[in-house]
């Protein structure tokens, strides 16, 4: 049993940032891509970015591109989200998600894995 556990939402101002963080347990952190998506009120939930097993490789939506960046510590099990310049448009619940398989993945259908969700306000 693999368990996604997400920390670091709240309430932020616009042009603001954010770290949200991502602790797995149950198995092998290294041989997992994580992902990060968010689902904002009436809306399907969304990719956001993505990192490979060793973190060398990172994927990110073009609405993302610039402002957030995924990376990850092995080490912690854990994978983060830091997030700059955040807009009320980023409003949302970010999942944490993972699957052992070895590629960039960035349909919610390939992720096995998933955490609760953390929310995330951004006032303007």
């Known amino acids: 049993q693999v368990q996604l556990v997400e920390s670091g939402g709240g309430l932020v101002q616009a042009g603001g940032s954010m770290r949200l963080s991502c602790t797995t347990s149950g198995r092998a952190f290294s041989r997992l891509t994580m992902g990060w998506f968010r689902q904002a009120p009436g809306k399907e939930r969304e990719f956001v970015a993505a990192?490979?097993?060793?973190?060398?490789?990172?994927r990110n939506a073009d609405s993302v591109k610039g402002r957030f960046t995924i990376s990850r510590d092995n080490a912690k099990n854990t994978v983060y989200l830091q997030m700059n310049s955040l807009k009320p448009e980023d409003t949302a619940v970010y999942y944490c998600?993972?699957?052992?398989?070895?590629?960039?993945?960035?349909?919610?259908?390939?992720?096995?894995?998933w955490g609760q969700g953390t929310q995330v306000t951004v006032s303007s």
């Open positions: 990192i490979g097993w060793s973190g060398s490789y990172t």
């Open positions: 998600a993972g699957d052992p398989k070895y590629a960039l993945l960035m349909s919610e259908d390939e992720y096995a894995y």
